[in-house]
């Protein structure tokens, strides 16, 4: 079992910017990928960023050159930087991690950080 844990969401306005971090711990997999997804008031929850294990990064054509995803493995920690956020910004962010068992996919999911991005 893998335990995910957010943190840094808050109460910007327009063109600032945040750290979110994601905590993972438990039992952790070899091989996995980790990504942020986020889910706006009254919409579907959405991919915005994700990192394998190596170097490869992909991004939501919406955040993409302004949100930055990075990886610390010896921490097992996920971090997003947002910057110049906007308020369509504006979602419940989560945690995903994304592993594999005998060829079938394993999600886990952390708790969600509220950010909130005023005009």
């Known amino acids: 079992q893998v335990q995910l844990v957010e943190s840094g969401g808050d109460l910007v306005q327009a063109g600032e910017s945040l750290r979110l971090s994601c905590a993972a711990s438990?039992?952790?997999?070899?091989?996995?990928?980790m990504a942020w997804y986020r889910q706006p008031p009254g919409k579907e929850r959405e991919m915005v960023a994700a990192?394998?294990?190596?170097?490869?990064?992909v991004y939501a054509d919406s955040v993409k050159g302004r949100f930055t995803i990075s990886r610390d493995n010896a921490k097992n920690t996920v971090y997003l930087q947002m910057n110049s956020l906007k308020p369509e910004d504006t979602a419940v962010y989560y945690c995903?991690?994304?592993?594999?068992?005998?060829?079938?996919?394993?999600?886990?999911w952390g708790q969600g950080t509220q950010v909130t991005v005023s005009s």
């Open positions: 990192i394998p294990k190596g170097d490869t990064t």
């Open positions: 438990g039992d952790m997999p070899s091989s996995y990928v």
């Open positions: 995903k991690l994304r592993t594999s068992y005998l060829g079938v996919a394993h999600d886990y």
